[in-house]
């Protein structure tokens, strides 16, 4: 296990190199934005958050966060615009653009590091009045819990997340993000520590000490903030593959865990899934990714009503203009015909109901109990006519969130998955259609 974890190592910690290249660019940047700040009375201070200024950004992959604190008295409108223009003014000459989380922030690239100009209100702990006031109390804990060799363990943490595909909070992945790696690591110490203590995860484990109940299965405190979860934020799946993957590293250590190992495609599973597809208006990344996970919920819902069973759903979306819900199903054909069943005999109303409603079936009975059964067919036993069917008679009855639903109204398709042509749906139905070996490899 030690000669993995130090290969590991060289592919997690920076160089020295790397970091004073990185230094450079974040120094040259926070003056940017800092003589652009200046410029606004309401602003009161500029600062670097973030992995690189606590020390835990993993080696070749980094985003700069650089964030504008203004007073607290400032109405939220005034503190959009003043956070908005303060990032283009500091980023202008690299085609800034807006991204949305809980409010717009500015984003940029520069020589291939992305850089986030966030606007935060300038509080005391705990009098939060936006999601990203939080951050400089982060850094600071950070920064006074962890050294360096613990910092080199969230590094060697947030690896293994990557390499296991479960790494980020945002709700495109819903997984273990950078801040939940260095809680972890506060808690439990190190890297083997935390996935010693995951493999013995029970549901509803809680970690940190809450001030009031939460209902998720894994309860993790922020330690800056006694009433947020930061658990909400990991659906049951990637928590479920995160336990089963310490599990299986812990039983045979590889590198395979850090570097990833590239999925064999089941083609047999690819032609038992369908892809609902439709172009978007543009909007933040958060959004339509939200949108989109809850219409694959509820048309997963539809399919298992007209008798189809759904084995996996998901979604995936460009952060451009195009996005599909997708669907592997046990078959994409049933039977034609199904079983309806009635009331018992005795209860005489219910049972002549039934007899006048389906007088016109296939064949009507009695079984071994008295009750009346019916065979009838179905309206659909074809997954692709059922879904077009029902999208194109009744997009809200289906369950389509009113974000989507506009766009859908403009169009969409419903396409067998190995015809799709898209190369990010491509991706994603190989991801939906096959066994992650490194989870569940180790006991084959």
Sequence with gaps: MRNVLDQARKIAIPTRQEEEKIRKIAEELVELVKKEAAKNSEVTEVELGGSYAKGTWLKGTLDLDIFVKIKKEIPV????????????????????????????????????????????YDVEIGQWKSAADRSSFHTRFILEK?????????????????????????IAKEGLGGYVSEVLIYHYGSFIKVLEAAANFAHGQVIGNPTKKFDTALVLIDPIDSNRNLGTAISPQNLGRFILAARAYLKKPSLEFFNGKRQIQNLQ????????????????PDIIWGQAKRGATALA??????????????AIVDEKSEAAMLFLLHSTTIEKFMVKNGPDVFRRPESENFILRNSKNKLTWIDDNA???????????????????LLKKNLSKAGIPNGIDADMKRG??????????????????????STNELIFGSSK
């Excluded at 009838?376 to 059922?386: L, M, T």
């Excluded at 067998?416 to 939906?432: D, M, N, T, W, Y």
């Design 146 to 170: 962890l050294d360096s060799e613990k910092k080199n363990e969230v590094r060697l943490l947030k690896k293994f997340l990557r390499g296991v595909d479960i790494y980020g909070a945002e």
């Design 269 to 284: 599973n690819l032609r038992n899934t369908l892809v609902v597809k439709f172009n978007y208006k543009w909007r933040s």
């Design 371 to 389: 009750k009346i059964l019916s065979l009838q067919q179905r309206e659909f036993h074809d997954a692709k006519k059922f879904l077009q069917a």
């Design 77 to 120: 409108e005034q503190f959009e615009a003043i956070g908005k223009k303060i990032g283009f003014d500091s980023m202008k000459k690299f085609s800034p653009y807006v991204r949305y989380s809980e409010h717009p922030y500015v984003e940029a690239e520069i020589r291939n590091t992305k850089v986030n100009v966030v606007p935060c």
């Design 412 to 433: 969409f398709s419903v396409i067998e998955g190995h015809r799709v042509a898209s190369k990010s749906i491509k991706k994603a139905l190989a991801e939906l259609t």
């Design 301 to 314: 819902v539809q399919l298992e009503l007209g008798g189809f069973q759904v084995l996996q759903k998901g």
